[in-house]
């Protein structure tokens, strides 16, 4: 941890319609850390990620990020893809969304699209294969087996990501958001899906990519052995308001949080709806 | 340290058999029109007689040269690999290059099979008016099929009203030509430039639409272009169309009788017959087919068009991976319709005269049925289902009535044996072969 915010949330709100998904939420990410944000089903968890990486547009409020090189940026003002692309904050699904068709390998590549596709010059140096546009192909496939590497997955690079069993995909997914270059990473339950050994394996690798990688980390998840043993910080939601906020021991005693949440049935695997 | 090289493992016998018949299949769809059969003079009128022994005789040495001919590669490809593990200081970049690089797979051994029997057809039906017909017909649906495989199978956007691009390229080169004297080759990327720009038009308005509502747009923007071509009385001649439309020319000098000036029969000092001009628009859109295959399968390879894949696998993780998903669908469009507009202007130079009835919606639910109906994707499979949906029809020209009953078996039969098209596997973009270290 730096002591530096990253990411600050002010008075956030999103409605459809009737419903308020999200009620004046204010919350700082820190700067190389992993934030945790939990809540019961419905709490509104996957909606605040959709506010975040802009595939809502809040109703009230401001999101901004504080990236290193460009300032301020307000994530609020700009359209999906240029959150991934200028903001550097990159996401990944609950419903895993991997290129089903494509294999792992063009996965990774395909997330490296801008800078291969500035590389390329609008395609016109890749069809005539100049030696600039070779050079960048090759680094992003060199950049995707590097992350492959790293995540144990070099077994089934050419395998259509389709074709791979859940825990793999989560995996898969998160190898394809790291080859975004992503300041912030937004998880979307990483480890439903996954077994304890697998869980544990994924403890270690947010660890690592929070202290080796210098990548920021916000994390929805219900698995509190990941939870609770990786995040420096959390966040409770609970009908889109926080209820809690501080470490991980805080949070275990805090009467509000067990009243909501932790005095349900843990063992319970929930899956939880877009709210 | 790694190689990215294409997959390859030797094939087993059973594959080796099964490689062989696939090409002896093709062998046979070729040659039951081209071989099979032919015409008889007897005595002032014309007989069809059929030539099965010799059509066995095609078909089997098919079967067997394409054994030889693996067999061959294999021993070729053993020793390439060979010498180039031996330079383990290659560097990842360049491995990675290769592997951008067409690989030699099954698919394209049989694809460059079907480039030789194409070049080689008319050396044997020099003569023959009605087969070079067909075949430059069918060209020009696999040019069609192939720049629609663009929008519907790479990027994933069902468009039924591409014909619409078609009429486009064709009308222009039209206009250009009678009204102000254009050559074929000037008007070319004019007219493709324009029916590029009526893509990025049609796809503007429908970028947040998907599949059957996607569908319903692009077919009522192709009969929005056909009725104006109706209409538009002063532009396009209206139901009248446009005649007289001149034919391409090499260099200047045009197909015409002798003792014409320009003539090419003079200037080569070859005997005039009006089978030349046949066999050199064979040869055209034989050129311009092959190039958009070149250049579709190459975009493939290229960050673009990875681009479409992913946007036709998932948008929503398309957007959050950083890819505009608003260009990448409207360059699909674009360069879908610039290739359907060259095919255009062909078809108008070939025919010499166009009319909106060229340009009906049955043309795009042709062209969208040779896409789907060959595999979502694959360019060989573009060809096949052309040459199924184009010949058909024709082979049952002696029982008229029962053409499109025929036709439409067909697509069942394809659809009950092959659900995802007659080839439906997808050839990845990317293979990585790890190589063990090298000291």
Redesign the interface.
């Known amino acids: 941890m730096t002591g530096k915010t990253l990411l600050s949330v002010q008075n956030l709100t999103m409605r459809f319609g009737g419903l308020t998904a999200i009620d004046n939420l204010s919350l700082n990410v820190p700067d190389q850390a992993i934030t945790g944000i939990i809540g019961p089903n419905g709490a509104g968890k996957t909606t605040f990620f959709n506010c975040l990486?802009?595939?809502y547009k809040p109703t009230e409020g401001a999101v901004t990020l504080n990236h290193p090189t460009k300032g301020p940026i307000r994530l609020a003002d700009l359209?999906?893809?240029?959150?991934?692309?200028a903001a550097q904050v990159?996401?990944?699904?609950q419903n895993i969304?991997?290129?089903?068709?494509?294999?792992v390998?063009?996965n990774l590549?395909?997330?490296q699209?801008?800078a291969?596709?500035k590389?390329?010059m609008?395609?016109i140096a890749?069809?005539l294969?100049l030696p600039g546009y070779?050079?960048a192909?090759?680094?992003?496939?060199?950049r995707a087996?590097s992350w492959l590497k790293r995540l144990n997955l070099?077994d089934i690079?050419?395998v259509?990501a389709g074709a791979l069993p859940y825990g793999t995909q989560r995996r898969v997914e998160i190898a394809?958001?790291l080859c975004?270059n992503p300041l912030l990473l937004c998880l979307d339950e990483p480890a439903a899906g996954l077994n304890p050994k697998e869980s544990a394996e994924l403890n270690t690798l947010l660890l690592h990519l929070v202290r080796e990688e210098g990548v920021s980390i916000l994390l929805i998840e219900h698995d509190m052995s990941v939870v609770m043993n990786v995040s420096d910080h959390i966040c409770v939601l609970n009908y889109g308001r926080k209820i809690a906020e501080g470490t991980p021991a805080e949070i275990r005693v805090d009467p509000n949080v067990i009243k909501a949440y932790l005095g349900e049935d843990e063992d319970d695997q929930p899956v939880e709806k877009a709210s | 340290m790694t190689a990215i090289v294409h997959a390859h493992h030797t094939p087993t016998l059973s594959e080796r058999l099964k490689d062989a018949s696939a090409a002896a299949f093709i062998a046979l769809i070729l040659g039951i029109p081209m071989i099979g059969m032919t015409t008889v003079d007897q005595g002032g009128f014309l007989a069809v007689m059929t030539r099965w022994p010799q059509l066995a005789l095609f078909v089997g040495l098919t079967f067997a040269g394409r054994i030889l001919f693996s067999l061959a590669l294999e021993t070729i490809k053993r020793r390439s690999q060979g010498r180039k593990s031996g330079k383990s200081a290659a560097s990842a970049a360049e491995a990675a290059n290769a592997a951008l690089k067409r690989g030699t797979k099954p698919e394209s051994v049989i694809g460059w099979l079907a480039v030789g029997i194409a070049v080689a057809l008319p050396i044997f039906f020099s003569e023959d008016r009605y087969i070079i017909d067909i075949a430059t017909s069918v060209l020009i649906y696999i040019m069609l099929g192939w720049g629609l495989n663009v929008v519907v199978g790479l990027a994933g956007l069902l468009d039924l009203g591409y014909v619409a691009f078609y009429a486009v390229g064709a009308y222009t080169y039209a206009l250009l030509s009678t009204q102000f004297g254009w050559g074929f080759w000037e008007a070319l990327p004019v007219a493709g430039g324009l029916a590029a720009l009526f893509g990025v038009l049609l796809g503007w308005p429908t970028l947040r639409l998907r599949g059957d509502y996607l569908a319903i747009v692009t077919l009522g923007f192709g009969e929005i272009i056909r009725l104006l071509l109706v209409n538009w009385t002063e532009l396009s001649g209206g139901p009248n169309g446009i005649t007289s439309i001149p034919r391409p020319s090499v260099f200047g000098y045009a197909f015409l009788p002798p003792d014409t000036e320009g003539s090419i029969a003079d200037l080569l000092g070859i005997e005039f017959s009006p089978m030349h001009r046949l066999l050199f628009l064979y040869y055209l859109i034989l050129l311009l087919a092959l190039l958009t295959n070149l250049f579709v399968t190459a975009m493939r390879r290229l960050p673009l068009g990875r681009a479409w894949e992913a946007v036709r696998e998932d948008e929503i993780a398309c957007k959050a991976m950083g890819i505009n998903v608003t260009t990448v669908k409207l360059s699909a469009f674009a360069i879908g319709a610039m290739l359907g507009g060259f095919a255009g202007v062909f078809f108008a130079a070939r025919q010499g005269f166009i009319s909106p009835e060229s340009f009906t919606f049955s043309e795009s639910a042709i062209i969208l049925a040779i896409v789907v109906l060959g595999g979502m994707g694959s360019q060989l499979g573009v060809v096949l289902a052309a040459l199924v949906l184009v010949m058909l029809p024709e082979l049952g020209r002696d029982f008229a009535e029962y053409r499109m009953l025929l036709f439409g078996f067909a697509m069942i039969v394809i659809m009950v044996w092959r659900p995802g098209g007659i080839l439906a596997n997808r050839t990845p973009t990317l293979i990585h072969v790890p190589t063990g270290d090298k000291a």
Not at chain 1, 137 to 142: D, I, K, L, N, S
């Open positions: 990486t802009g595939f359209p999906s893809h240029k959150v991934a692309q990159v996401r990944t699904f969304r991997l290129f089903a068709q494509m294999t390998l063009e590549v395909v997330a699209h801008n291969l596709q590389a390329s609008f395609s890749g069809l294969r070779r050079k192909a090759g680094e992003a496939v060199e087996l070099m690079v050419n259509p394809r958001a975004v």
